[in-house]
């Protein structure tokens, strides 16, 4: 059985920097893409970060690039997101998420989901 946790989530000021970390239990595709998601209250969860796991492709949503980063430790099947220079609208539940099958580099299709951790910061 699959599961990813999420670790990392708390409180920050804007400005500052938080690190997300999503560790894989389980087993899963060799090469699935692992997505970072969030979801503020009252809005819809969207894509945040995504990453290929044997390619290292990565692509953002506009309103991170520049400011989050995706990166991985293969060996230990563990996905991170830096958050730099945060942003009270970057307050949220966070969702790891992997996908193994559909359309690649996209924030659709991801069939596996971790619990989320929350984000929140303030200004």
């Known amino acids: 059985q699959v599961q990813l946790v999420e670790s990392g989530g708390g409180s920050a000021q804007a400005g500052g920097s938080l690190r997300l970390t999503c560790v894989v239990h389980?087993?899963?595709?060799?090469?699935?893409?692992m997505g970072w998601f969030r979801q503020a209250p009252g809005k819809e969860r969207e894509g945040v970060a995504g990453?290929?796991?044997?390619?290292?492709?990565?692509y953002y949503a506009d309103a991170v690039k520049g400011r989050f980063a995706i990166s991985q430790n293969k060996a230990e099947n563990t996905f991170y997101l830096q958050m730099n220079n945060l942003y009270a609208e970057d307050t949220a539940l966070y969702y790891c998420?992997?996908?193994?099958?559909?359309?690649?580099?996209?924030?659709?299709?991801?069939?596996?989901w971790g619990r989320g951790t929350q984000v929140t910061v303030t200004s």
């Open positions: 998420a992997a996908k193994t099958r559909g359309r690649w580099l996209e924030f659709i299709d991801f069939n596996y």
């Open positions: 990453i290929l796991k044997c390619g290292g492709n990565t």
């Open positions: 389980g087993s899963i595709d060799p090469c699935p893409e």
